[in-house]
């Protein structure tokens, strides 16, 4: 894979996706966005675009079930802690710990694959 093709796959993707809230600003009244939301989901769909791309190219089972089960966790604490706490302000909250859980569930998936279950016995 080339480098170039690392980089420009997701901002193609990423640019055709953020072209549905941009019209939206155009063409839904109350639809009301400004700027630092693009610039925020911008950077996250490019993020996760290259994280794809990087998980295509090294094939890391391990990182990427770790990862997914971290989110699913990050998902049952908001949820928890939103039902717990109806009127707080949780958007803070939310991106560490989806991001945390995340980073922390993918390293743990990449320490069981490289030193668990896939060595060979002699």
């Known amino acids: 894979m080339k480098s170039s093709t690392l980089i420009f796959r997701p901002m193609m993707i990423t640019a055709v996706i953020l072209l549905i809230p941009f019209l939206g600003n155009i063409f839904v009244e109350g639809w009301n966005w400004n700027w630092t939301a693009f610039v925020f989901l911008g950077l996250i769909l490019f993020?996760?675009?290259i994280a794809y791309e990087l998980a295509g190219k090294y094939t890391r089972t391990g990182i990427i079930i770790g990862f997914v089960i971290g989110e699913i966790i990050a998902g049952c604490v908001?949820?928890?802690?939103?039902?717990?706490?109806?009127?707080?302000?949780?958007?803070g909250i939310v991106i560490f710990t989806f991001l945390l859980s995340g980073l922390f569930f993918a390293?743990?998936?990449?320490?069981?694959?490289?030193?668990?279950w896939n060595k060979k016995k002699s």
């Open 78 to 91: 908001i949820a928890t802690l939103s039902y717990l706490n109806p009127n707080e302000d949780l958007a």
């Open 107 to 116: 390293f743990a998936g990449f320490l069981i694959q490289k030193y668990g």
């Open 47 to 49: 993020s996760a675009s």
